[in-house]
């Protein structure tokens, strides 16, 4: 063993060769677990949403049926007084009854013209009756009109329901389907774009429910959250980082406030059913009450996102505002304030994304009930996005399973709209020096 | 953030309490600790006098009985090893310690002879009339007019805009920086580079017409050709303002002051003209520290 003056002896270099191989050996180790978690959290994502996606897409297509409409006087207002409310009133599912009748003039048996009529949705009547209401002048007329098809022959048409199954375990009889096939022969059934999902309100007939009703809910929700949440979790937050003293009680609150972001969604519920509907007797399945809830779910999210983004700012900062005579709220207001907003507005948005993702303390007050009607203020009885899919999911009719999908893809688009918004935020105002 | 625990002391230390502002100047030089008394070389008043300062951070006492004088429209250097609390000094000087949570300060400082520590005195005004330009550049995330501008502002000194514009170029000006941004002011204060954004500070800090300057280390993040232009200013700014600087090198306060004084673990050892401090200290820890033996 040679000792060079200057020079590591033998042994330390071998030693150090040897640790080196198992350093390096262990770096590639750790990197390849990294590798996987990131591989698998993707795949899971991508599994996710292929499958609602691959559920949900054909939920934005409706099949509708081409009838001949006569629009009979003698039905729809037999003594001619064009009287709007007897209009309103009239049978219009009587008019389709008959259109599709006449098509298939062979069918004579009464179960038989029961099955005929049942491929047309409900939801014909209503259309016809709008196009009356609109225009009075229809009476007396025929035209042509494309009417939404019941939701067995829409998962039929898209493939849902097999003909290959023995006829007692499918919602379609032979000779029901033997009629659509016609129809579709004939080119008088067509796939089009399903504007009533994203306009109409909630329904007990698949193709004619719709995501409106839960969005415009949402919606109200969200807004109630929002004038709520954010100017008490700011001031919370403010003053908590800028000037309380620190002592015991600031202690206390600190930590409950930490606490208070884990809690269960469920109990905010619980705690709005018991105070907010019990106590205060406000109205039940209205977004004020759900926006309430979801507030006080957010604002721990929001203080603490704001006090972060407070302790972020460079105390520097606040020492050269002093130091030119500053008051301290004219400090905190003219520059830590506006250094720390796009971290306080990342923090607002995550979190009122988080609350329109909420579903459990919304059951609780009960926004989980079938509402046709799209409200038209937050007093108004409301459904919610993810409730809406919630109820959905509920529901046996097959055709739900895809509006369920649907909406969920809608969802996420708000949810990935609004985290985008917090990262754009993010990046164009954050001052960097 | 603010945990205001200030003692303000119902009485000042009894020791030899210097005459009024307005004295004659054989009694500005203060007699300290190991008595450092000598003939005053500055024929000027003390603009603020230190007595007994006193300063704690919890449990530990990092000023300890600093009695000293700032005079009136000269540099004064406060030098010494890393902790030994010029900085908690000059930070006692206008109050900045206020902000720091646990730090108590007792003892007397006064500002033309009234007291800073009074319950009474209005902080606000008190930093106006006693600007401070920190060891890091810290100038406002705004543009460079906006920067000078803001404390004008506050102060409501300026009535119009074009007074505003007036103050906001003689600050510059005086600062050394007009020249280099008079074409963008509209810029952010951060794009300028380091000893660009301490000029900046301290145009910023002149801008509200301060009587006394704080500098806490303003070179020491900068290299030395900017080094050089703000010693250059430092000269430049003694004709109107009173500047106590704090500083890590020897030679700059060499350079730049008339009057330094050397702290060692919270004390004030030894407090005289420069040229008196450098050439011949009476204390052996100040001809350590000076000679580069220690520190």
């Avoid at chain 1, 009854?97 to 047309?120: C, N």
């Avoid at chain 1, 100017?231 to 206390?252: C, H, Q, S, W």
């Amino acid at each position: 063993m040679s000792e060079t003056p200057g020079r590591q002896t033998v042994a330390v270099t071998d030693r150090l060769n040897a640790g080196l191989k198992r350093r390096y050996a262990a770096e590639r180790r750790f990197r390849l677990y990294g590798l996987i978690s990131v591989a698998l959290a993707l795949a899971f994502l991508g599994i996710l949403f292929a499958s609602i996606i691959e559920k949900g897409y054909s939920a934005f297509t409706q099949h509708l049926v081409r009838l001949e409409i006569h629009f009979d006087p003698q039905l729809i207002d037999p003594e001619g007084t064009r009287d709007a409310r007897t209009l309103a009133r009239a049978d219009y599912a009587a008019l389709a009854k008959r259109a599709i009748g006449q098509l298939f003039p062979e069918v004579k048996k009464r179960r038989d013209k029961r099955a005929l009529r049942s491929l047309v949705s409900s939801g014909a009547a209503y259309d016809l009756r709008a196009m009356v209401l609109d225009d009075p002048a229809l009476i007396g007329a025929t035209r042509t009109v494309w009417v939404p098809v019941d939701d067995d022959v829409d998962m039929y048409m898209k493939g849902y329901i097999s003909p290959d199954l023995p006829e007692a375990e499918r919602r379609l009889s032979d000779a029901q389907i033997g009629w659509v096939d016609r129809l579709v022969d004939w080119g008088f059934v067509e796939k089009r774009f399903n504007a009533r999902f994203f306009t109409a309100g909630d329904s007990r007939e698949p193709e004619l429910a719709g995501i409106w009703g839960a969005v415009v809910g949402s919606f109200f929700a969200l807004l109630v959250t929002l004038l709520l949440a954010f100017p008490i979790g700011v001031m919370a937050a403010v003053y908590l980082e800028e000037f309380a003293p620190k002592n015991r009680l600031t202690d206390l609150i600190e930590v409950n406030i930490n606490n208070l972001a884990a809690v269960p969604s469920i109990i905010f519920g619980i705690l709005g059913l018991a105070v907010l509907l019990n106590f205060f007797e406000l109205p039940r399945s209205a977004p004020l009450v759900g926006g309430m809830v979801l507030a006080l779910m957010t604002l721990p999210t929001i203080i603490i996102a704001g006090r972060v983004a407070l302790k972020a700012v460079p105390p520097s900062i606040r020492e050269a505002a002093l130091s030119v005579g500053a008051s301290p709220v004219q400090t905190v207001l003219h520059h830590v304030f506006p250094i720390a907003m796009p971290g306080i507005l990342t923090g607002t948005i995550i979190g009122m994304a988080r609350a329109l993702g909420e579903t459990a303390p919304l059951l609780m007050i009960g926004m989980v009930a079938f509402i046709v009607d799209i409200a038209r203020g937050p007093l108004d009885p409301a459904t919610v996005l993810p409730v809406q899919i919630f109820i959905w999911s509920d529901a046996p009719e097959r055709g739900f399973v895809e509006k369920a999908a649907a909406a969920t893809m809608v969802l996420l688009v708000f949810l990935i709209a609004m985290n985008g918004l917090a990262i754009y935020l993010r990046q164009k105002f954050e001052k960097r020096w | 953030m603010l945990g205001l625990t200030v003692q303000v002391p119902t009485k000042v230390s009894d020791k030899a309490k210097p005459a009024p502002a307005t004295a004659p100047t054989p009694a500005a030089e203060v007699a300290v600790g190991a008595a450092v008394a000598e003939a005053a070389p500055s024929r000027r008043a003390p603009k603020m006098e230190a007595r007994g300062v006193n300063v704690f951070y919890g449990d530990n006492h990092a000023l300890k009985d600093v009695d000293l004088d700032i005079t009136v429209k000269e540099v004064t250097a406060l030098i010494g090893p890393s902790g030994c609390g010029k900085t908690t000094f000059i930070r006692c000087l206008n109050r900045m310690n206020d902000i720091i949570e646990g730090c108590v300060v007792s003892g007397s400082v006064t500002l033309d002879g009234d007291e800073i520590y009074d319950p009474g005195v209005d902080v606000v005004q008190l930093r106006a009339r006693i600007g401070m330009v920190f060891q890091k550049p810290n100038p406002f995330p705004k543009s460079i007019y906006d920067n000078v501008a803001y404390g004008p502002q506050i102060h409501g000194l300026a009535a119009v805009r074009d007074e505003l514009d007036q103050i906001v170029t003689t600050s510059l000006e005086r600062a050394g920086l007009y020249d280099e941004v008079y074409d963008r002011l509209d810029q952010p204060g951060t794009s300028l580079s380091g000893g660009q954004q301490q000029r900046l500070c301290i145009a910023r800090a002149i801008a509200v017409d301060p009587e006394i300057i704080l500098m806490d280390e303003p070179c020491s993040a900068l290299d030395p050709i900017a080094t050089a232009r703000i010693e250059e200013l430092m000269d430049e700014l003694r004709e109107n303002y009173t500047i106590v600087i704090v500083t890590h090198s020897m030679q700059q306060a060499a350079r730049v002051s008339q009057r330094t004084a050397f702290f060692h673990l919270g004390e004030l050892v030894e407090y005289g003209s420069t040229e008196r401090v450098f050439t011949r200290p009476r204390d052996e820890r100040t001809q350590g520290y000076i000679t580069g033996r220690f520190g």
